[in-house]
């Protein structure tokens, strides 16, 4: 049940075991029926993810060595403080001495510890110059966050020009404000689209932000680096096993920041080309012609996954809204015979409201703004077409 | 508006009766006396440790077990931000003030401090500022929610209790410089003559330099709060990339305040062991001097590692390896002033009442907290564990088994002359052990958590992590438990003077002039400067 | 008068009982919600602030009156006077960590942000934008998403070239008014007080006609990018510090009109000196970074 990856050194091990069954001892049913995921966090993990490539290994390492050397250093000197406080007590008839200088022992223990650091300093920096070289990748994605979900695009390498957007899974969203979300080994792990990438091949991530900074994080990577908004930044991995890695946003992002979770699907070579192969043979299909006329019923089949996707998170399902997140329900703006100002907000966003000019297509924000004219009391009848989303936009 | 001397000629030890001091509200609302002063902070900070505490509570219990049961993720993230920003500003820094005001003219045989009015000018601007603070939960939208470290550009997206925050931090900020000075200023010109600076008590030497920290760092915070203002309400772009500007640049002016700002939480609570372990051991501090030096090393250190909490943000290698170095130095003056304590306890003649067994407590876990430091300072390392609960493991084994225990410590070791009376041995030591073991059993476990890559900040988090939180949930309620008992067993009977009645130094080998007082420490001490002998611990005549 | 009468000035002074300090916290109260609920659209706001500005106003000058009272009245030491002079020091320095945090500002957008904006990497984001700060290439924008107003810089001439010249007379007429006091040319001092005063708001008049020229020929605003921002912030803040020293200045010179300080004590007189000092020297920073480079 426990991961024990091979790295963990003995004296923490031991120790672990101990909290281990003090946790065990505590723990409720369900969270003990509750799997280890791969390429995610163990049951009780107690160190780092296993590491899939060359810097994950090295941090690990690195960590260890650190580990190592405090705990000797931490042995050594409470060893030395615990005899003093058995030996050196009044009730032991102890009297104090009454040395209390040497400038040799105290240029000592200035100059050992200084050699410490720098012994320990050393091997670092061969890893912080090898995590910072991003040159020379075969594959290079841009991760873009928004509050609250990751937009990815391929932008060099095979694949170049897949774009999609990725979202923790809606019932799970809704699984944690049930309070409830019982077994479920994948917990806010799971998203819609994970980001494909092949074995073996240098990635390179460059990261950026629409709103405010996120972070995108795949520690069995050893990965992690903040998206700011405005700025480009980059980081690069290359994963040396297929499989399903997990991460989550580790910048406070706002309201759902524990809501965006990071889903790396590594294939093998073949498997990435022929997913890259579907991706684009979707896309063609998918790309809508913003000057097709819908009828009403296709805009709201289309439009209710556009909503649940991504607007319901704060308007809440039954469009009721909540706390600062306006109800549409009932909504002037939205039940409004002008369409155009409820399309100008849904593409460039109004106060919290971000824009998603950048993330929906035209069809798919005529789509929503149809679903929202024609939902819960909303009963306009009034139908949205793409075309004056195109008009909106040209504005 | 006396402008007079109440004692002009007075003496040491002549006034238990003070007909001229003021009674009722007035004596606290009017204070002037170091003393009064000094309780009516460590009074305001108690209360705030437990408001943040309970917003601390609320983050365990809502973190118990995943899904979320009582709050929802709004209302989480203004609790961590509240609770971080209260404990911080509201709780730590002030009752180290109070300490500040009641020993430093005490120890260094001062009738006051030299500004006796701006200094309940510096106590009084606190309640303002927390009124704000607190009554932020109160306003529409909620308290901020965006850390207490208010990241740009996420607080510009806050409601307006930000600006009430912001104004209100800057109100604390005013207090804190204030303070300072008043404490420098104390320090530097009103010892009693033969106390030179090299004989000064450590307490009154880690405040002279964190005094200096503060008065360093406190407007450079009050500088990037102003910009986030501006930008939220006035149109300018500092910290809005489409304007010219840059999110990160808050980050580094933030955390040039907020790197020494850590050490002025911690280097007087290094002073207050510095006097305890030398007592219990009977035996003089080792490496006086060096002890000094270790803390302004620390001090100056201290403004240049501040980008280490910056390590995710992208930085070229150059900066990195630069912090990293920096960081990693910062170990070597710490370790000086662990190994002085050990070489003062070493061959000593110990016996552990509650204040040093607070003090070895200290000495334990807050190396334990140092040590995850140094991790977190390499910076391939700090990638894995950047934003995690590591991160808040670490945190609180400096700040609450530091910060804190050193003011419990203080609290033992001094209180009997503040009160006049002994607290009571086996509540002390309840409190101690009760402390310590539920404080590991909250925060070890986070270490786990955050090597498994847990964020911090989550109001939910995956199944795997259940366990662990749930321990920490469990052992934050018996640690605030222990905090209750020690209000209601130990700090109100000694507030209300029932026990023992307390010496003039209820500590054998006590020393310093705080000792050569009465207890309860009389309202006027030291109005005609004292005569001291050549330590300068004694008063001679 | 008699503050040098050694005989029966204590050792230490410690004041009674005041109400001034809580007073005075109670009136920043309703300052800072005021201000906070003002900017937030709340008109009660301002009446708030002003009651509380009014307020706090008031309490000082019942405050300060004191603390005079009690210098006049022999009360202050050397000591108490060492302590100012060390108070008066340290809280310059804070002041002068005030304004790193906004030249920090000013260097990390001319020097990182804006070149890394216009940078081939960023490019991905912003195609279009050249990194220029503005002030060294004018026309540029400062603003890579093109919603900055085109605007122009502010230059050197002549206003904030007149305005160097004034601090700098200011600060030797100030220098000329406190020899003339240890000289115990008193009347002497005043005249170069009210020139110092004079030479203080002047400044402050040319700086307000620099402002509106900023808004109203230049298309200059605190909105024109982070060039905008980091111009106002400086120079705005350190308008604000002239006009406190300023008023500091009018009152150490109505002091010396109803006769106080002595040639050998007045450290009111030089605290207010020191204070006004470096603001010039701020000036003279201003001056050289924000006008000329
Ligand atoms: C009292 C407060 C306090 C203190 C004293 C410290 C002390 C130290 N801190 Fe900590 N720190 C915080 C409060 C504090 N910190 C807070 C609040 C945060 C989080 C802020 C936030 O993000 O919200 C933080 C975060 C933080 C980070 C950023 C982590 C991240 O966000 O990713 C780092 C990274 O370098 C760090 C490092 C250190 C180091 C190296 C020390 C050193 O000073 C420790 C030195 C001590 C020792 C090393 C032990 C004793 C020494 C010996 C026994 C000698 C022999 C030892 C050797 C030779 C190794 N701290
Ligand atoms: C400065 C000092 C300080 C102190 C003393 C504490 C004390 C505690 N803190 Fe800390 N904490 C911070 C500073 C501090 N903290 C900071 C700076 C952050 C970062 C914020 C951020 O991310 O922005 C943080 C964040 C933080 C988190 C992470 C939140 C998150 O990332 O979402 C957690 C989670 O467990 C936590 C827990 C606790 C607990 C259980 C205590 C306990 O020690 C508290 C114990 C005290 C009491 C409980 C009060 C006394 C009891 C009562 C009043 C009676 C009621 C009690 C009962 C009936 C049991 N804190
Ligand atoms: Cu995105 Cu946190
Ligand atoms: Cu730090």
Redesign the pocket.
């Known amino acids: 049940m426990t991961m024990m990856n091979s790295d963990v050194h003995p004296l923490v091990r031991r120790c672990s075991q101990l909290a281990m069954t003090a946790a065990v001892a505590l723990a409720s049913q369900s969270a003990l029926a509750v799997n280890d995921l791969p390429g995610g966090p163990a049951v009780n993990q107690l160190n780092l993810h296993p590491a899939v490539t060359k810097i994950a290994h090295e941090q690990a390492w690195l960590h260890n060595m650190m580990l190592v050397i405090c705990l000797l250093i931490f042995v050594a000197v409470f060893g030395v403080m615990f005899y003093s406080i058995f030996k050196h007590r009044k009730s032991k008839g102890a009297v104090a001495a009454n040395f209390h200088e040497s400038v040799k022992v105290e240029i000592a223990w200035t100059v050992v510890p200084f050699i410490i650091v720098i012994l320990m300093a050393l091997p670092a920096t061969k890893v912080v110059v090898a995590m910072k070289d991003t040159t020379n990748a075969d594959l290079t994605i841009k991760a873009t966050g928004y509050q609250w979900k990751w937009g990815y695009e391929y932008i060099k390498g095979e694949g170049d020009g897949i774009h999609f957007v990725s979202t923790l899974d809606a019932s799970q969203r809704a699984l944690s404000d049930s309070g409830k979300p019982g077994d479920v080994d994948n917990y806010l792990l799971k998203v819609d689209n994970p980001l494909v990438v092949p074995v073996n091949k240098k990635v390179r991530v460059i990261t950026t932000a629409e709103d405010v900074i996120h972070s995108w994080m795949v520690p069995a990577f050893g990965v992690k680096q903040d998206a700011i908004p405005g700025f480009v930044r980059d980081t690069w991995f290359k994963a040396e096993q297929e499989g399903d890695y997990y991460g989550q946003c580790v910048e406070?992002c706002g309201k759902e920041h524990a809501y965006m979770p990071i889903h790396v699907k590594v294939l093998s070579q073949q498997a990435y080309s022929a997913w890259v192969a579907e991706e684009q043979k979707k896309a063609a299909a998918k790309a809508d012609d913003p000057s097709k006329v819908w009828a009403l019923d296709e805009l709201m089949a289309r439009g209710e996954k556009v909503y649940t996707t991504n607007c319901a998170v704060c308007h809440r399902p039954d469009g009721k809204g909540a706390g600062q997140f306006p109800a549409l329900d009932g909504s002037k703006l939205v039940l409004s015979e002008t369409h155009a100002d409820q399309i100008h907000v849904l593409l460039n966003g109004r106060n919290q409201m971000p824009a998603w000019k950048a993330i929906l297509n035209d069809t798919e924000i005529a789509a929503v703004a149809t679903y929202t004219k024609n939902s819960w009391s909303n009963k306009t009848g009034q139908v949205v077409q793409p075309a004056e989303v195109v008009a909106e936009r040209a504005k | 508006m006396s402008a007079v001397l109440d004692h002009p000629t007075g003496h040491v030890d002549d006034h238990h009766d003070d007909h001229h001091a003021p009674t009722g509200w007035r004596r606290w609302v009017f204070a002037t006396n170091h003393k009064d002063i000094g309780t009516l902070y460590l009074l305001f900070s108690f209360t705030m440790?437990?408001?943040?505490?309970?917003l601390?509570?609320c983050?365990?219990a809502e973190?118990f077990q995943p899904g979320l049961q009582f709050f929802n993720p709004e209302q989480?993230?203004q609790?961590?931000?509240m609770?971080?920003?209260i404990?911080?500003f509201g709780?730590?820094m002030p009752a180290f003030v109070g300490f500040a005001n009641w020993m430093i003219p005490l120890q260094i045989g001062a009738s006051d401090m030299a500004f006796a009015r701006m200094n309940n000018f510096s106590f009084w601007l606190m309640i303002p500022a927390a009124l704000m603070l607190v009554g932020s939960f109160f306003m529409p939208g909620g308290a901020p929610a965006a850390?207490?470290?208010l990241y740009a550009p996420l607080t510009l997206q806050m409601g307006p209790s930000m600006d009430a925050g912001i104004f209100a931090m800057h109100i604390l900020g005013a207090s804190s410089i204030m303070g300072s000075i008043n404490i420098i200023v104390t320090i530097l010109n009103m010892r009693a003559p033969g106390m030179t600076l090299m004989k000064m008590p450590m307490f009154a030497w880690t405040w002279l330099i964190t005094a200096y920290l503060l008065i360093a760092v406190m407007p450079v915070l009050a500088g990037a709060i102003t910009m986030t203002l501006t930008d939220r309400h006035f149109g300018t772009s500092f910290f809005t990339p489409a304007g010219g500007g840059d999110p990160v640049m808050y980050q580094h002016i933030f955390w040039f305040f907020g790197h020494p700002e850590v050490y002025i939480?911690i280097l007087p609570a290094f002073g207050i062991i510095s006097q305890i372990v030398p007592a219990f051991a009977r035996k003089r501090l080792f490496g006086y001097a060096s002890m000094v030096y270790a803390t302004a090393s620390i001090a100056i250190l201290s403004f240049i590692v501040w980008a280490h909490h910056m390590f995710a943000t992208g930085m070229p290698v150059t900066g990195q390896l630069f912090f990293m170095y920096a960081t990693m130095l910062i170990a070597v003056p710490t370790g000086v002033k662990i190994f002085n304590w050990l070489a003062t306890m070493w061959r000593g003649s110990m016996t552990f009442e509650t204040p040093m067994l607070w003090a070895v407590g200290f000495i334990f876990v807050f190396t334990m907290g140092g040590f995850t430091g140094l991790i977190c300072a390499v910076a391939p390392i700090d990638i894995q564990i950047q934003d995690t609960?590591y991160v808040?493991a670490h945190?609180?084994y400096v700040?609450?088994a530091g910060?804190?225990y050193a003011l419990f410590a203080g609290v033992y070791y001094w209180g009997p002359k503040w009160t006049g009376v002994m607290y009571s041995e086996t509540r002390g030591k309840i409190h101690f052990w009760g402390s310590l073991i539920f404080?590991n059993v909250?925060?070890f476990p986070?270490h786990f958590l955050g090597l498994a890559g847990m964020p911090?900040?989550?109001?939910d988090y995956p199944m795997q992590f259940a366990d662990f939180n749930m321990l920490?949930?469990i052992?934050?309620?018996?640690?605030?438990?222990m905090?209750?008992y020690f209000?209601v067993f130990v700090v109100i009977p000694m507030m209300r003077g029932k026990g023992a009645k307390a010496p003039q130094k209820p500590w054998e080998a006590a020393e310093g002039l705080e000792w050569e007082v009465p207890s309860p420490a009389p309202f006027h001490t030291f109005e005609n400067p004292p005569k001291l002998d050549v330590t300068a611990t004694r008063i001679v005549s | 008068m008699s503050a040098t009468t050694h005989g029966k000035t204590p050792y230490y002074f410690v004041p009674g009982p005041s109400r001034h300090p809580a007073m005075a916290a109670f009136g920043l109260f309703w300052v800072i919600l005021g201000a906070g609920q003002w900017i937030n659209g709340h008109d009660w706001g301002a009446w708030s602030l002003l009651f509380g500005l009014l307020w706090w106003a008031f309490v000082l000058k019942q405050w300060f009156g004191d603390a005079i009272h009690e210098s006049e009245g022999g009360l202050y030491s050397d000591r108490i006077d060492a302590s100012f002079r060390w108070s008066m020091g340290w809280f310059i320095f804070s002041e002068v960590m005030f304004f790193a945090a906004f030249f920090g500002a000013l260097f990390w957008s001319r020097g990182y942000t804006v070149p890394t904006l216009g940078s081939l990497d960023n490019s991905l984001l912003w195609p279009n934008f050249q990194g220029v700060w503005p002030s060294a290439s004018p026309g540029a924008t400062g603003s890579p998403a093109g919603t900055v107003e085109p605007f122009q810089v502010m230059g050197p001439w002549p206003i904030p070239t007149i305005n160097t010249a004034l601090l700098l007379t200011s600060g030797v007429t100030l220098t000329v008014a406190h020899h003339a006091l240890i000289a115990s040319h008193r009347a002497r001092a005043i005249a170069f007080m009210w020139i110092t005063v004079l030479l203080g708001l002047t400044f402050l008049g040319f700086q307000a006609y620099e402002y509106v020229h900023a808004y109203h020929e230049l298309n200059l605003k605190l909105t024109s990018g982070v060039y905008g921002s980091t111009f106002f912030m400086l120079t705005g803040f350190h308008g604000f510090h002239v006009f406190v020293g300023m008023l500091m200045l009018l009152f150490i010179t109505l002091r010396l009109m109803k006769g106080h300080f002595t040639p050998d004590r007045h450290f009111g007189f030089e605290g207010a000196a020191w204070y006004w000092h470096f603001v010039d020297v701020v000036w003279l920073g201003l001056y050289i970074i924000i006008y000329w480079f």
Do not use: D, E, K, P
Not at chain 2, 49 to 54: A, V
Not at chain 2, 456 to 459: G, K, N, P, V
Not at chain 2, 475 to 481: P, R
């Open positions: 406070l | 440790l437990m408001i943040g505490g309970i601390a509570l983050i365990r973190l989480f993230n609790f961590t931000t609770h971080g920003l404990m911080v709780a730590i850390g207490w470290t939480m609960y808040v945190f609180h700040l609450v910060s804190l404080f909250t925060f986070m911090r900040r989550y109001a920490a949930s052992g934050a309620f018996g640690f605030g438990l905090q209750v209000f």
